[in-house]
């Protein structure tokens, strides 16, 4: 199927675009009030990703509510565990649990390297039906966790704000954080190569816990399995978005991915300089400035552009999009980026 607006694909390239494209990450979800309307006739958000038709649904919203220029499929990072042998669970307000947590070898070796199609045939079928109902109007998006962040919560078996049983784990454990860390890699890459057959244009990789570790670690522990992955993956373009990870944007300018995504804490122009000129940049407005009045939210979407102008770009926040944020004031952000010039 032709896709009739396929900026996405084209800023990710480096080709022409008319207009920066646009689109935010966690879009799907939280935010909007049809969202919850379709959350609230299942039993949760698992329920509800594992429901291929409702999530097909969901994903498709922001695309008519907001007006993004990409849909992101929903679903979560945290598919990959569960398909590896380790369930997780979402607790309301709290975030994701997990009830057993890898410990030991022999934790480990209850485990198994999922394999796309079969452990996350939801997934795939979510995809396809996305596909379908979206007719070509905007690019899907598929995504997977960055290795790391996949093994954080695996370890630490929730949230933290210092991951300190995972990063525990490195010194104590490399032999078994590698054997892990690559059976993680193994199941992503057969992951995204299912969500690309069945029809995700670009794949994201989220290493949301990239900066929580040093730079020798980081290098050690992540980034070399996420040069794996944009090894692996030649179908689609990639996007890889460490957050946190300002120490490492030298090498990341050397993966073979097309997009960089960055956060609000880092500086634009030195972001370039470090990363060259033969990458995408996404992002980075701190989600915080969609608190802000219309006019507000206009200056800093607009301060933001500046600074990227004349640069191969696509817009977005820096982070996802705070669940408590007006989907009024998600359109001016998203308004702004499409009349700037
Ligand atoms: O719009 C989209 O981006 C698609 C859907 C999506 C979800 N999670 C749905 C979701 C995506 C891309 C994710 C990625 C994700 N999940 C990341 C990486 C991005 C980031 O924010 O750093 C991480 C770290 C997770 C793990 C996760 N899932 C947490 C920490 C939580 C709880 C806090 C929260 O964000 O609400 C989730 C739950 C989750 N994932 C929800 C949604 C819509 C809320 C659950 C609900 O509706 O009850």
Not at 36 to 58: D, M
Not at 160 to 170: E, G, I, N
Request: glycine share 8%; aromatic share 8%; net charge negative.
């Amino acid at each position: 199927m032709q896709l009739k607006n396929d900026l996405l694909l084209r800023a990710a390239k480096g080709e022409k675009v008319e207009r920066t494209p646009v689109w935010l990450m966690r879009q799907a979800g939280r935010i909007l009030p049809e969202y919850r309307a379709v959350r609230a006739s299942v039993s949760g958000f698992i329920e509800l990703a594992q429901t291929p038709e409702l999530a097909a649904e969901v994903t498709i919203q922001p695309v008519d509510i907001l007006g993004v220029d990409a849909a992101i499929i929903f679903s979560d990072i945290l598919v990959i565990p569960e398909a590896m042998g380790l369930p997780y669970e979402m607790v309301e307000k709290r975030g994701p649990w997990f009830p057993e947590t890898v410990k030991s070898a022999s934790d480990l070796k209850k485990l198994r390297i999922a394999d796309g199609v079969d452990d996350l045939s939801y997934v795939i079928d979510a995809i396809k039906i996305t596909k379908k109902n979206l007719a070509g109007r905007v690019p899907l998006i598929g995504f997977a966790g960055a290795p790391w962040t996949i093994f954080a919560y695996m370890i630490e078996g929730s949230g933290s704000k210092t991951f300190s049983k995972a990063r525990a784990m490195l010194y104590t454990e490399p032999e078994l954080s590698h054997e892990l860390l690559q059976m993680i890699t193994q199941s992503t890459i057969n992951y995204l190569k299912a969500q690309i057959s069945a029809g995700a244009d670009l794949v994201q990789i989220f290493d949301s816990w990239a900066g929580i570790l040093g730079p020798d670690q980081y290098e050690e522990f992540s980034m070399r399995y996420i040069r794996q992955i944009c090894d692996a993956i030649t179908e689609v373009p990639k996007t890889v978005f460490a957050k946190g990870a300002f120490f490492a944007l030298k090498s990341m300018g050397e993966l073979s991915c097309e997009t960089i995504g960055l956060d609000w804490n880092m500086e634009i122009k030195r972001s370039r300089e470090l990363i060259g000129t033969d990458k995408t940049l996404q992002g980075n407005l701190d989600p915080a400035a969609l608190y802000g009045n219309d006019a507000q939210v206009e200056a800093a979407a607009r301060h933001m552009m500046d600074q990227f102008k004349g640069t191969r770009h696509i817009a977005n926040l820096g982070h996802g999009v705070y669940p408590d944020i007006d989907p009024e004031k998600v359109k001016v952000f998203i308004e702004t980026v499409k009349n700037y010039r």
